[in-house]
């Protein structure tokens, strides 16, 4: 077994659903609609916040006068209708290594800065959520992403200290919440692609989850990352 005495925790949008594209997508409409400049750049700042940390990163750049609460509900309802005519897209490669590492006996876990409560349904729709030990939303602590928080709880959730523990992430924020909680990052850029800082912080930056899935079966375990 290649990851003996390992667990691997997800991020969710960005590396089982292909959701950050579209979220994006539907801001940026909300953008055209209302003029607003410069939408789409803010947005991906806010990647892999939760929904607190999205409020202050908006607020900063626009002002506290900007109609947050209006815009988002214009944005998630594009978001919703999208998912109910079309569905949610799972990313390449999700099904098989989730396959491999339930076959693996690997506990798996799930770290995400959306709120709970449409994080398990999103994962029941697409027939995932019974691969998952533990599942964790960003609505469940108070400091989001790029703060360890998540990531420390699930490793306490899953009984397994952070060094034993790799984080499947796409976002910039993800890998330093990771990195900050000691466990062993491996990136799958989605949106952004990794600079030398994610490359620095990660043990590994694959193209998609099967090359992740390939990784563990042929690298096997690095034993965690040097001390600086």
Known sequence: MAIKN???????DGIIFDSERLI???????GEKYQIANIREVCIDCTGTNSVKTREII??????????????????EL???????????????VRELLQYLQAERIPIGLASSTRLAIVEEELRQAGLYDYFQVVMGGDQLKRSKPEPDIYLLTC?????LPEC??????????????YSAGMM??????????DDEMKEKSVAVLQDLLQVKQY?????CPGGRESD
Not at 6 to 11: A, G, S
Not at 24 to 30: G, I, M, R, Y
Not at 216 to 220: A, S, Y
Request: proline share 4%.
């Open 6 to 12: 390992k667990v691997v925790i997800f991020d969710m």
């Open 24 to 30: 994006l997508d539907c801001w940026e409409k909300v």
């Open 59 to 76: 607020y900063a750049y626009y002002g506290e006068s900007f109609a947050y609460d209006k815009y988002r509900k214009e944005a998630d």
């Open 79 to 93: 978001f919703k209708e999208y998912v109910r005519t079309k569905g949610l897209p799972v990313k390449k490669g």
């Open 156 to 160: 306490e959730k899953m009984g397994i």
């Open 165 to 178: 523990a790799y984080a499947i992430e796409d976002s910039y924020n993800g890998i330093r919440s990771a």
């Open 185 to 194: 990052p491996i990136m799958v850029p989605d949106i952004l692609q990794a």
């Open 216 to 220: 563990f079966q042929e690298e096997g």
